[in-house]
Structure formats: C-alpha cells, structure tokens
Antibody, heavy 118, light 110 residues
Framework: QVQLVQSGAEVKKPGASVKVSCKTS????????MHWVRQAPGQGLEWMGW????????NYAQKFQGWVTMTRDTSISTVYMDLSRLRSDDTAVYYC???????????WGQGTLVTVSS | QSALTQPASVSGSPGQSITISCSGT?????????VSWYQQYPGKVPKLMVY???NRPSGVSNRFSGSKSGNTASLTISGLQAEDEADYYC??????????FGGGTKLTVL
C-alpha cells in the first residue's frame, strides 16, 4: 500500500533552515507529483508547492518563492522540503501529500512538527 | 493566491443535514472540476472525502456529497452523526498550476 513516512520533529532557531524528508513506498515514485502543505497550530491548511519527482520541476505558492526549495532523490524514492530563514510563525506541522490524477491528494505523510524558537 | 472562503463553523443535530460552502473565483473553483474536500480530526492527518467536485473515494460514506455552482463548491453531510464532528477543508486547482485550500470549517454535532 502507499506509504509516505516523514522525518521527525525539529526545533530550530530563528534564521535557521530546516529540511524535512518524505520517504515513499508502495507505488511508482515518479508517477505522482508530491505536494507540501503546512498547518500552524490551531490554523488551517496552507499549500506550499509541488515537485514533479520525474523531472524535478517545481511550482511554489507565491508566498514561499525564494524561501522554499523542494527536491527529490529518485534512488531512494524520497522528496525533501527545505525552508530557509525561519521565523517563529513558521512553527507548524508540515505534511507531504501525494497528488492523484492531477486533481486531489489521496495519501498524506504523518506530518512533521517544526518548532521555531529562540 | 487568496484562500478559498469557508464559514468558520457550522453545526447540526444528529440526523440532520448540513452544507459547507467554499467560495472562490473563476481562476480556481469556477474554472475547474478539481475541487476536493478533506476531513481532519484534531491532531490527525487530513482525509480525502470528495474529489473532482462530487466523487467519493472508496470507503467514504454516501452521506457525504459534493456539488458546485459557479465559483462556489459545497459539501453536504446528510444523516449527521457524532463521528462527523471535525474540521473540513476544501481545495481547488488554480489557473497558475497551483493549489489553494479554504480556511476550514469546524463542524459541531449538537
């Protein structure tokens, strides 16, 4: 079955960077775009961007352009989300979510809590 | 890209029906059939409930149904049950090849 397993919780200081991984299994890695979505405490879901695991192409929400980098390693079926210049309001749970049929998110990682605090 | 507009909260009694709206623009909700709905319990991962406006994934109760008119999509839950109490989010593809979520709606079963 499809599985998305994310890396563990992180605590970072303001100004630092964080890299969250999402290891996939149970399907053809290059056949589905992967998205990153975050959720601040008590807040809603916020779409950050997607990566095409086949080509490495990306598209980020305007808010995150210049600030987020999504990459992939096809040899280990893993995608990564790197967020730089962290601020306290970047404290959130970050999810990877698999896109299906160019339309919806059918499988989600378990989430990674990133806490930004001095 | 602004978030889609959802009511912050809705409520209903067991057995009743409720509808959650999701308003966007012609560049997102109104322009595509790629509207989906997600259910999220506190501290849990979102779960797909409806895709492509009105389709239900296997295993989702037929009490959940979706529709769209113009720039507004809707999720209707009929025969409300206590287990339906959760947060609900809509999502849409956009003309910029991006996605956008609604602000979320908290459903309370009275």
């Amino acid at each position: 079955q499809v599985q998305l397993v994310q890396s563990g919780a992180e605590v970072k200081k303001p100004g630092a960077s964080v890299k969250v991984s999402c290891k996939t299994s149970g399907y053809t890695f290059t056949a589905h775009y992967m998205h990153w979505v975050r959720q601040a405490p008590g807040q809603g879901l916020e779409w950050m961007g997607w990566i095409n695991p086949n080509s490495g192409g990306t598209n980020y929400a305007q808010k995150f352009q210049g600030w987020v980098t999504m990459t992939r390693d096809t040899s280990i079926s893993t995608v990564y989300m790197d967020l730089s210049r962290l601020r306290s309001d970047d404290t959130a749970v970050y999810y990877c979510a698999r896109e299906y049929s160019s339309s919806w998110f059918d499988s989600w990682g378990q989430g990674t809590l990133v806490t930004v605090s001095s | 890209q602004s978030a889609l507009t959802q009511p912050a909260s809705v409520s209903g009694s067991p057995g009743q029906s409720i509808t959650i709206s999701c308003s966007g623009t012609s560049s997102d909700v109104g322009g595509y059939s790629y509207v989906s709905w997600y259910q999220q319990y506190p501290g849990k991962v979102p779960k797909l409930m409806v895709y492509e406006v009105s389709n239900r994934p296997s295993g989702v109760s037929n009490r959940f149904s979706g529709s769209k008119s113009g720039n507004t999509a809707s999720l209707t839950i009929s025969g409300l049950q206590a287990e339906d109490e959760a947060d609900y989010y809509c999502s849409s593809y956009t003309s910029s090849s991006t996605w956008v979520f609604g602000g979320g709606t908290k459903l309370t079963v009275l």
